[in-house]
């Protein structure tokens, strides 16, 4: 599989076409941790959104996909509010749809959407919105840049 580093810089740039994309706005920033946290935080401060939590998963050990994705730390929200999940990549969807389903579930009256910098047209869901098509594997700065 091709790999491919995705710098701070174009992450920027990225960003900025999402916030062009979102057409909406929300009471709360959900980023799953760990592949949306940066989008969570520079979103968090350009939409002036306090609310910012994280929801954890683990779908993948190393590049490993796992046969299922566990959901947990899952916040503690009100009903009736408009949340936006983060994540990196929608790569398979499966974290997406379970953690939706996670979400759905418990709060039933909440209105959740999503947005990714990258999507794969073969995953299982498509994120509301998203900024690139993800082709091969996808190296982040935030995973290499402190390795030596």
Do not use: H
């Amino acid at each position: 599989m091709e790999k491919f580093y995705y710098p701070y810089e174009e992450f920027c740039k990225d960003l900025k076409i999402l916030t062009v994309q979102i057409d909406q706005s929300f009471d709360i920033l959900l980023p799953i941790s760990r592949g949306g946290l940066s989008m969570g935080q520079m979103l968090g401060e350009f939409y002036e959104i306090r609310e910012v939590y994280a929801i954890n998963t683990i779908g993948y050990n190393e590049t490993q996909k796992l046969d299922e994705v566990k959901v947990f730390n899952i916040p503690i929200l009100k009903a009736k509010q408009r949340v936006l999940i983060l994540d990196d990549i929608v790569d398979s969807g499966d974290t997406l749809v379970e953690v939706l389903k996670v979400l759905k579930e418990k709060y039933p009256q909440t209105i959740f959407e999503s947005a990714s910098i990258f999507y794969k047209p073969t995953a299982i869901i498509e994120p509301t919105w998203w900024v690139k098509e993800a082709k091969g594997w996808i190296e982040f700065f935030w995973s290499e840049d402190l390795k030596g």
